[in-house]
């Protein structure tokens, strides 16, 4: 079936303005991660939903980032009053989800590069 | 608290020549360790990944890495380079409440 999916692939904005990023999970994906790059730095935790549980937002870096989910369906990435730290490629993930702690696997997208002028 | 450390961002190797891509782990509980590789204007793909079961563990395209609790290691090795290995390599640690920490990654070049 299809992968993970995020469009744009790649969005140039200025500064102040809010964008959003959207990701389309793998159908029957109950878990979706978003995460952030930076250049030449690693993976950098941002959100994590997990079915209809309250998602965990521990990784957000500011009260400019938010994002929601439908369901088990898509997610948006929204950052309002764009910065230029803001600039980085936006990864979102899937999983099947776990219970008990069973260990799941994260399937990627091929991510939204962000350039904030 | 969970991290990941990769030595070195950047490896170069001869093609045939044996890969070590370094991996280091702090978790304060049993971790689950994972190997993602990015290729070139692609998403990142799991490699293989560590669940507690065997320390050897097998993953794609003849890569391995061994789990070391001792050393707190999880390195990827391959016997033998290929062109089609170069990509950039990600280490990661599953903390507890599902989330995970990933490394910088290594840039992995293989030279003809």
């Known amino acids: 079936g299809a992968g993970v999916s995020q469009s744009p692939s790649n969005k140039v904005t200025e500064k102040g303005k809010d964008v959003e990023l959207r990701c389309d999970p793998i159908?029957?994906?109950?878990?979706l991660y978003w995460y952030r790059q930076r250049l030449g730095q690693g993976l950098e935790f941002l959100i994590y939903?997990?079915?209809?549980?309250?998602?965990?937002k521990s990784g957000l870096p500011s009260d400019r980032f938010s994002a929601e989910r439908t369901g088990e369906s898509v997610s948006t990435l929204t950052i309002q009053r764009t910065q230029q730290e803001d600039s980085a490629v936006y990864l979102c993930?899937?999983?099947?989800?776990?219970?008990?702690?069973?260990?799941?696997?994260?399937?990627f997208g091929p991510g939204t590069r962000l350039t904030v002028l | 608290a969970q991290s990941v450390t990769q030595l070195g961002s950047h490896v170069s190797v001869s093609e045939g020549a044996l890969v070590l891509l370094r991996c280091n782990y702090s978790?304060?509980?049993?971790?689950?360790l994972f190997w993602y590789v990015q290729y070139p204007n692609q998403g990142l793909q799991l490699l293989l990944k560590?669940?507690?079961?065997?320390?050897l563990v097998k993953g794609i395209n003849g890569f391995e890495a061994e789990f070391k609790k001792s050393e707190t290691s999880f390195h990827l090795t391959k016997p033998s380079a290929h062109m089609s290995d170069a990509a950039e390599y990600f280490c990661?640690?599953?903390?507890?409440?599902?989330?995970?920490?990933f490394g910088t990654g290594t840039s992995l070049t293989v030279i003809p």
């Open positions: 993930a899937s999983s099947h989800g776990t219970s008990g702690g069973a260990i799941d696997t994260q399937y």
């Open positions: 159908s029957g994906h109950t878990a």
């Open positions: 939903f997990q079915g209809n549980s309250a998602p965990d």
């Open positions: 978790s304060s509980v049993p971790p689950y």
């Open positions: 560590y669940t507690s079961a065997a320390t």
């Open positions: 990661a640690v599953r903390a507890t409440g599902n989330q995970f920490y």
